[in-house]
Each structure stands twice: as C-alpha cells, then as structure tokens.
C-alpha cells in the first residue's frame, strides 16, 4: 500500500513563492512514478509536473519556467518549486502514483493578487 503526504501549502501574493514536498511511504517503487496535479476551484484536476524517462520532467505549459519539480530518491520524497506565482495558480495541489493510481491528500495554494 502505497502512502503519500503533501505539505508546504500556503497563501502568497503574486509573484511570490511556494515549495511543496510530497512524502511517499509503503510499497513504492520509485519516486520516478510520482507527479503533481492540481485542481483549481470548479475545475477539473490537471496534470502539473510528471518525471519521465531519461530524468526529465513534463510540465503543463501553464508553468513551464515558473515551476520546478525535483526528487529525494533516498528520502522517497518529490518537491515543486513554484515561483512568480500567479492567482490562477490557486488551487489544490496533489501528488499522485502512476502505478498505482495512488492519490495523497492534497495540499492548498492560495495566491493573492
């Protein structure tokens, strides 16, 4: 069974910055099969930031340049570095386990304008 726990969420203003951390426990297999998403108010849910082979990372084009996403392999740990937030950033952000299908508990970003 696989666990993970988003943190790091908060309100900022425009422009400012966020990092989240998604912790993953259990019967992960790598950190490389996790990716953030995020739902904005009366949204639907949309992808963020996958790892893909190769090391790379996909991003939606809506935060290509203003978003960063990493992994701690030895701590089974992924992080999204957010900077020059934007109001329409503001929704709730998960991380979720491809293979499993395995979703966390999500973890609130306000921006402020």
């Known amino acids: 069974q696989v666990q993970l726990v988003e943190s790091g969420g908060g309100l900022v203003q425009a422009g400012g910055s966020l990092k989240l951390s998604c912790a993953a426990s259990?019967?992960?297999?790598?950190?490389?099969?996790l990716g953030w998403y995020r739902q904005a108010p009366g949204q639907q849910r949309e992808l963020v930031a996958t790892?893909?082979?190769?090391?790379?990372?996909n991003y939606a084009d809506s935060v290509k340049g203003r978003f960063t996403a990493s992994r701690d392999n030895a701590k089974n740990t992924v992080y999204l570095q957010m900077n020059s937030l934007k109001p329409e950033d503001t929704a709730v952000y998960y991380c979720?386990?491809?293979?499993?299908?395995?979703w966390g508990q999500g973890t609130l970003v306000t921006v402020s304008s």
């Open positions: 979720r386990e491809r293979t499993t299908g395995v």
């Open positions: 259990g019967s992960i297999f790598s950190v490389n099969f």
């Open positions: 790892f893909i082979s190769g090391g790379r990372v």
